[in-house]
């Protein structure tokens, strides 16, 4: 018998996003269950073993998963110090992000399997951890909750290309998300493939629908907001941090990509913070 979980028992006060810390038991659990919701979960600390209905897997410290409504699976501790992290988000959210995010569909939440496994590495595993600190400091409103997921999902979709991707360009297009390399703009990403810029420009339109400068702004815009939410940088730095020293341009693609600028961006989700002691 699976066990079903809703959101409007967890999501309270209109609350569109709910944070959850807990140390596994080492028992298997009685049954799996599913919910309404759509889940994020990472292993902060130990191994997990994670039951899905006809398989299970060791997870280990890094390892995140993506569970869509309706996948049954359940969680259990192998060892005294499994920990992981659980994010609750509203089905609503989810949904919307989709229709003003198209590129996300096929990944992630947006996946057929209904269950999709990333891992994260120390570095960015420390940074996921940052933002969710971040979360819970916040009113956890729609402004918060894609404030935190946007970033995520947008670094693990563009480690997913399709299959008949040159290798070559899915390398760079990942050196790319390194900001040593996106300040250089779109020169920085074609430097990484050690080809002629306008082959580059022609295989990425062919493969992945945008051109070189299109691809590195994205990925600066999305670094730009992690960091407008979990620094205390001026836009300016943050702007010339990006490669973007042009604080018109900066603006324009912000706004274009955030629907927003990036100080509305920021007073919008730092409003109701608490801040620590």
Request: with cysteine.
């Amino acid at each position: 018998m699976i066990h079903t979980l809703f959101h409007r028992d967890i999501l309270k006060d209109s609350r569109k996003v709910h944070l959850t810390r807990a140390t596994l038991k080492t028992a298997r659990p009685r049954r799996l269950h599913d919910h309404d919701f759509f889940e994020v979960f990472w292993v902060q600390n130990g191994r997990v073993r994670h039951h899905l209905p006809d398989s299970a897997e060791i997870l280990s410290e890094g390892d995140i998963g993506f569970i869509s409504p309706g996948q049954p699976h359940g969680l259990q501790g192998r060892g005294s110090d499994a920990l992981i992290v659980s994010i609750c988000f509203h089905p609503a959210l989810v949904d919307a992000l989709a229709i003003h995010h198209p590129t996300v569909r096929g990944h992630l939440f947006w996946a057929d399997s209904g269950y999709v496994r990333r891992h994260r590495g120390i570095r960015e595993l420390a940074a996921l951890n940052h933002a969710a600190v971040q979360l819970e400091r916040s009113t956890c409103d729609t402004l918060a909750a894609e404030a935190f997921l946007l970033p995520l999902c947008a670094d693990l979709t563009a480690e997913a290309f399709p299959e008949n991707v040159p290798h070559w360009l899915s390398a760079a297009c990942i050196a790319a998300r390194d900001p040593a390399v996106f300040r250089d703009g779109s020169a920085g990403l074609v430097a990484q493939t050690g080809k002629a810029h306008p082959h580059v420009s022609r295989m990425m339109r062919k493969y992945l629908g945008q051109t070189p400068s299109d691809y590195v702004n994205g990925i600066r815009m999305n670094y730009a907001a992690r960091v407008l939410t979990t620094d205390d940088l001026s836009i300016s730095a943050i702007a010339a941090d990006c490669g973007i020293p042009n604080m018109s341009h900066f603006h324009k693609l912000f706004r274009a990509a955030h629907g927003m600028t990036p100080l509305q961006y920021r007073q919008r989700l730092q409003r109701g913070i608490v801040q620590p002691g």
